[in-house]
């Protein structure tokens, strides 16, 4: 699992983030389970409403593309703690 973890974060450098980070956004592996790896969307990157479409365009299709130990890419869906912050902030108008 190790081995696939250090393998998938260097898919994510090397082919995923440059084009998050251009919007200001980020992934992050939350899971690994059954070849199944799971991420969350960070930055301006959480729930915004392309994530979907995010994941399935660049973040998918690039794990895939360059492992043959992944089956499937999910989007762990949840507020980050980020995004629940900002919100937080809005509520009590200190934004």
Do not use: W
């Not at 199944?36 to 959480?46: A, E, F, K």
């Amino acid at each position: 699992m190790d081995n696939l973890y250090k393998e998938i974060e260097e898919i994510l450098e090397e082919y995923v983030r440059p084009q998050l980070r251009e919007h200001s956004g980020d992934v992050q592996i939350a899971d690994i389970r059954e070849g199944t790896v799971y991420v969350r969307l960070l930055g301006h990157c959480s729930g915004c409403p392309s994530a979907k479409y995010t994941l399935e365009s660049q973040v998918k299709e690039e794990i895939l593309e360059h492992s043959n130990q992944v089956t499937d890419v999910k989007l762990q869906e949840e507020v980050s703690q980020e995004l629940y912050d900002f919100a937080k902030a809005i509520l009590e108008k200190r934004v």
